[in-house]
């Protein structure tokens, strides 16, 4: 979905290329071929162990207008806000996803939360 966002659809055919070219290169003839492989390494969620992150504003980042109002729409769960010069980014709405930081590394970094 992010892909999408940040490419349009035109991501959609460049993943089925490179899906196709990594069956080949492993020698197998359809998607069908590997489905199931991973089942013996599939885990109940809650056994995961996430590495929790969320977005955070950098230091010293010169806020352009336009990269922050796409990273706004971009933004699912509408955790970025821009208001009287103030760039800010609500914590409680952040799902750590990057979206943010795809769209304008010069403004936004991942951080680990605890």
Not at 17 to 27: D, K, R
Not at 40 to 49: G, K
């Amino acid at each position: 979905g992010s892909s999408i966002l940040l490419s349009d659809y035109k991501v959609i055919g460049e993943m089925v290329s490179e899906i196709e070219n990594w069956l080949l290169q492993h020698q197998y003839k359809t998607l069908s071929s590997i489905r199931g492989a991973a089942l013996n390494t599939i885990h109940a969620y809650e056994d995961l162990h996430f590495c929790k992150r969320k977005g955070h504003i950098k230091e010293h980042a010169a806020v352009l207008h336009e990269t922050v109002e796409k990273c706004m729409e971009a933004c699912l769960n509408g955790a970025i806000s821009y208001s009287n010069d103030t760039l800010s980014i609500n914590e409680e709405h952040c799902n750590g996803c990057g979206v943010c930081m795809m769209l304008a590394p010069e403004l936004f970094e991942m951080k680990k939360v605890k």
